[in-house]
């Protein structure tokens, strides 16, 4: 009896494993009100939500894995998750960008869902990532929590001098958190530059990857450039240094967007 219900249990997951579909879906969020994306026993997050939403549509158990992590507070007008199916007609899925909204908090919206081959992976395959900063300089209410007020004037130009350093390094150590679980601090950065613009400063950043922490700790470091406390080329000396407590603080959360993810096999 137990050899056959064994038998039974085998098949019956092999069945599932021949029937299963692998999908990217892509989505933008709000982050304020989240502990970032990854799923997390003190808070609500962008994954909890969003596979929630996914399993009670297609009525199983799913479980995404994103493009990677934002923190708490960081937003993403572009974010890709791959997710499983199991006996569900392609066509289902693909047409259930409409249903699954309807589940989701207006704060996270999907934006399309695509077939891809099994071996697929959102975060692993992923090729490039942009991010943005924005900051401004005047109170203003339609900003709140969607961009850092900065109460003073910077050098935009000393700053730009010093990002463009950055893309002469690989070793970002001194811009992560302590205690991660990543095999390798390098990074290749192909952009770092601000833009000025009529409401503030928006920085561009570029990388085939980033640690975590590193962008709004680059930020806080190129800040102390744009306020006269570091010259451009103590950039470069921070990086070389590969000391987290030589660099400025982190900026806060609340001006960081996710923007761009790009993968070999996926168009706009």
């Given at each position: 009896m137990q050899a056959a219900q064994r038998i039974n249990a085998q098949k019956k997951v092999f069945l599932q494993q021949v029937n299963k579909k692998r999908y990217f879906i892509e989505l933008s969020y709000d982050g304020t009100s989240y502990h970032g994306w990854q799923t997390q026993p003190n808070g609500i997050t962008v994954q909890e939500?969003?596979?929630?939403?996914?399993?009670?549509?297609?009525?199983?158990?799913?479980?995404?894995?994103?493009?990677?992590?934002?923190?708490?507070?960081?937003h993403a007008t572009q974010f890709f998750a791959h997710f499983d199916v199991v006996d569900l007609p392609e066509a289902t899925v693909l047409h259930a960008v409409g249903g699954i909204n309807s589940l989701l908090p207006y704060s996270i919206a999907v934006k399309r869902i695509f077939a891809v081959d099994g071996e697929a992976h959102a975060r692993f395959d992923a090729t490039s990532r942009s991010y943005k900063y924005h900051l401004h300089f005047e109170k203003d209410p339609f900003k709140l929590d969607r961009s850092w007020l900065y109460k003073g004037s910077l050098n935009v130009a000393a700053m730009n001098q010093a990002a463009q350093l950055l893309l002469?390094?690989?070793?970002?150590?001194?811009?992560?958190?302590?205690?991660?679980?990543?095999?390798?601090?390098?990074?290749?950065?192909?952009?770092?530059?601000?833009?000025?613009?009529?409401?503030?400063?928006?920085?561009?950043?570029?990388?085939?990857?980033f640690l975590r922490n590193m962008v709004r700790a680059i930020v806080g470091t190129l800040v102390l450039v744009g306020k006269g406390d570091l010259a451009p080329q103590g950039v470069a000396d921070i990086v070389a240094s590969k000391s987290r407590s030589k660099a400025g603080q982190s900026v806060p959360a609340c001006g960081l967007y996710l923007v761009k993810i790009e993968y070999p096999y996926v168009n706009e």
């Open positions: 939500c969003l596979d929630k939403a996914l399993g009670i549509f297609f009525r199983q158990e799913i479980a995404s894995l994103g493009c990677g992590r934002t923190d708490a507070g960081v002469d390094f690989t070793d970002f150590s001194c811009f992560s958190k302590s205690k991660t679980q990543t095999f390798t601090n390098n990074c290749k950065i192909t952009e770092a530059r601000f833009e000025e613009r009529a409401d503030g400063l928006v920085f561009n950043i570029s990388a085939d990857r």
